[in-house]
């Protein structure tokens, strides 16, 4: 069933059930309380008349009988019986029939001191008032009326109060289901959306509109749509890169070599073909390292194991690793610490690479002079690597730690993408932009002891 019905009818059951048990407790107590009312006011009826009759004197006056008769006149029948010295019936409205019957009752109850409101005279009860008329002399007035009359009473206002219910319940049910619906309708449209990132048609997937928490879900999965978009062309992209980075070296070793072995290089020909092979051969091994490294980087759980690590000594490290390079391009190195060596949680080894990569960037790219400084801010170190060379061309700006991302002679392209792999696995982060002088790289790492 659907999840609208089935909530709408849960609703309408369970108010059902409210209404049924609020409509049976006020029918039960409504008797009570009918009663209650109707012995009152018989009493206070008959009080009034016999602080009356006491004031006049010895004997009941007629008129005073009639006066009685107007008093306790109502919309429901009320019977009088009116008892003088010795049982002496002075006046009342009961059938003579059934007369002795109330006569009796009455003796009993005196008896037994009993104070019950209800008698059953009869087939019938009723609700009954008994007063002394006058103080120790046996004289009583009895007022009595059924309690039929005040049952049906009670049906009416129960049938009233049960009528409006319903009419409530109704309404509650009928506004329950569009309020229901208002909530149902935008998650089955977000099942649908749901399907399609099934499908892999992430492109495809729509903002839907709702409210409340709803809406965040709806959020949710829209931009895990887009996210998931963005990584599948991302992966879609790397596969053509990937392919086209490892068969280029691999044809031209696949020429040369048929080349030498067809005969058509001989001799010094040869001797370079045979060059151009190990280079590429080397060229090869390094992407494929590299892109073993990088997948390794971003699925392996396991990978770090991280250490107090002094950021001074590691950069010297670095410097000390690329002096031939150096040597060999001309170009110097200047370490500037502005803070009292600085120390933080790294993976040596991991952090050790993702600086080499870039300062081997900029030691291939730099005219002769290099940078690094080393400052601490907010609980936190940067590590900026400054050159004098021509800067990084703006089309790679944007993208620039993206896999198989390089200039003009750049080498695997993975070199970056494998520093912000280890920056940012490391809790921290990394940025690219021109200077002054040259290009300008920044890592941001938390503090140890921050
Ligand atoms: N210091 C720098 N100055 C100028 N360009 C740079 C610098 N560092 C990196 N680049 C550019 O970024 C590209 C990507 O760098 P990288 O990911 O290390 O790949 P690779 O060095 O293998 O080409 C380089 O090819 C180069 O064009
Ligand atoms: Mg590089």
């Known amino acids: 069933m659907k999840l609208l019905y089935r909530i709408t009818l849960a609703f309408g059951l369970l108010l059902i059930v409210v209404t049924g048990v609020s409509a049976y407790l006020i029918n039960s107590f409504l008797l009570e309380n009918l009663i209650e009312q109707q012995r009152r006011e018989l009493a206070l009826k008959g009080q009034v008349w016999i602080e009356k009759v006491k004031a006049s004197g010895e004997t009941i006056k007629p008129e005073e009988i009639q006066e009685l008769s107007r008093l306790v006149v109502s919309n429901r029948k009320v019977e009088i019986l009116l008892l003088g010295r010795r049982k002496k019936v002075l006046y009342t409205t009961l059938p003579s029939a059934s007369l002795d019957q109330w006569i009796d009752q009455l003796e009993r109850k005196a008896k037994k001191r009993q104070d019950k409101n209800i008698w059953?005279?009869?087939?019938?009860?009723?609700?009954?008032v008994t007063l002394p008329l006058k103080n120790g002399e046996n004289q009583r007035l009895l007022l009595a009326t059924p309690v039929r009359g005040v049952k049906d009473m009670r049906m009416e206002l129960t049938g009233n109060i049960?009528?409006?219910?319903?009419?409530?319940?109704?309404?509650?049910?009928?506004?329950?289901?569009?309020?229901?619906?208002?909530?149902v309708t935008p998650l089955s449209r977000?099942?649908?959306?749901?399907?399609?990132?099934?499908?892999?048609?992430?492109?495809?997937?729509e903002m839907i509109p709702a409210s409340g928490e709803i809406a965040e879900v709806t959020?949710?999965?829209?931009?895990?749509?887009?996210?998931?978009?963005?990584?599948?062309?991302?992966?879609?992209?790397?596969?053509?890169?990937?392919?086209?980075?490892?068969?280029?070296?691999?044809?031209?070793?696949?020429?040369?070599?048929?080349?030498?072995?067809?005969?058509?290089?001989?001799?010094?020909?040869?001797?370079?073909?045979?060059?151009?092979?190990?280079?590429e051969t080397t060229r090869l091994k390094n992407i494929v390292?590299?892109?073993?490294?990088?997948?390794?980087?971003?699925?392996?759980?396991?990978?770090?194991?991280?250490?107090?690590?002094?950021?001074?000594?590691?950069?010297h490290q670095a410097v000390e690793r690329l002096h031939p390079l150096m040597m060999q391009n001309g170009v110097d190195i200047a370490v500037r610490c502005g803070a009292a060596n600085p120390r933080i949680n790294v993976d040596s080894e991991k952090f050790l690479q993702a600086v080499l990569n870039i300062l081997g960037n900029?030691?291939?790219?730099?005219?002769?002079?290099?940078e690094i400084s080393i400052e601490e801010k907010n609980r936190h170190v940067l590590i900026d690597i400054i050159d004098d060379g021509e800067g990084i061309p703006d089309d790679l700006l944007p993208n620039l730690f993206h896999r198989f991302v390089k200039g003009k002679n750049g080498e695997t392209g993975l070199g970056l993408a494998i520093s912000r792999a280890i920056v940012e696995r490391s809790g921290g982060t990394i940025e690219?932009?021109?200077g002054r002088t040259g290009a300008v790289f920044r890592i941001r790492m938390p503090l140890l002891h921050g």
């Open 162 to 183: 049960m009528a409006s219910l319903l009419l409530g319940a109704i309404c509650a049910i009928i506004l329950s289901f569009f309020i229901t619906r208002s909530l």
């Open 289 to 315: 390292t590299e892109m073993i490294l990088l997948a390794k980087l971003e699925s392996e759980e396991d990978l770090f194991h991280p250490s107090e690590v002094s950021v001074l000594e590691l950069v």
């Open 362 to 370: 900029a030691v291939r790219h730099a005219r002769e002079h290099i």
């Open 120 to 128: 059953m005279i009869g087939s019938d009860d009723y609700i009954v």
């Open 190 to 205: 977000l099942t649908e959306e749901i399907k399609k990132v099934q499908r892999r048609r992430f492109s495809e997937v």
């Open 432 to 434: 690219a932009g021109n």
């Open 219 to 279: 959020r949710s999965v829209y931009f895990m749509a887009q996210e998931l978009d963005r990584f599948h062309s991302s992966q879609k992209q790397f596969f053509q890169n990937a392919s086209h980075e490892l068969k280029t070296p691999l044809m031209s070793i696949q020429g040369y070599a048929e080349g030498i072995r067809d005969g058509v290089f001989t001799g010094e020909s040869a001797r370079q073909g045979l060059d151009v092979i190990v280079k």
